[in-house]
């Protein structure tokens, strides 16, 4: 099992940042992807950005040049929005990936509020 704890959500105007941070604990392997998707009001959850415990990143097009995603070891890994839009409103999930077998868990999720 692995627990994903997220923080950093909130309400902020467009063209604002906001940091959101998630903790794993538990099983974790030390080979693992791990990142963030969003889910919007009546739109499917979709990836944002991700990061191999080996440093390969990837991005969303609607976020790039805009969004970085960081890590500082297996267990913690960090996005950084800036220049926020409207359209980045959503519930924000931290992902894990990892191990033999390949298991994926979820955060419990935080609310990314973009708006004047």
């Known amino acids: 099992q692995v627990q994903l704890v997220e923080s950093g959500g909130g309400l902020v105007q467009p063209g604002g940042s906001l940091r959101l941070s998630c903790a794993a604990s538990?099983?974790?392997?030390?080979?693992?992807?791990m990142g963030w998707y969003r889910q919007a009001p009546g739109k499917e959850r979709e990836l944002v950005a991700d990061?191999?415990?080996?440093?390969?990143t990837n991005y969303a097009d609607s976020v790039k040049g805009r969004f970085t995603v960081s890590r500082d070891n297996t267990k913690a890994v960090y996005l950084q929005m800036n220049s926020l839009k409207p359209e980045d409103t959503a519930v924000y999930y931290c992902?894990?990936?990892?191990?033999?077998?390949?298991?994926?868990?979820w955060g419990q999720g935080t609310q990314v509020t973009v708006s004047s």
């Open positions: 538990g099983s974790i392997s030390s080979i693992n992807v």
């Open positions: 990061i191999s415990s080996g440093g390969r």
């Open positions: 992902n894990y990936q990892g191990g033999l077998p390949w298991v994926v868990y």
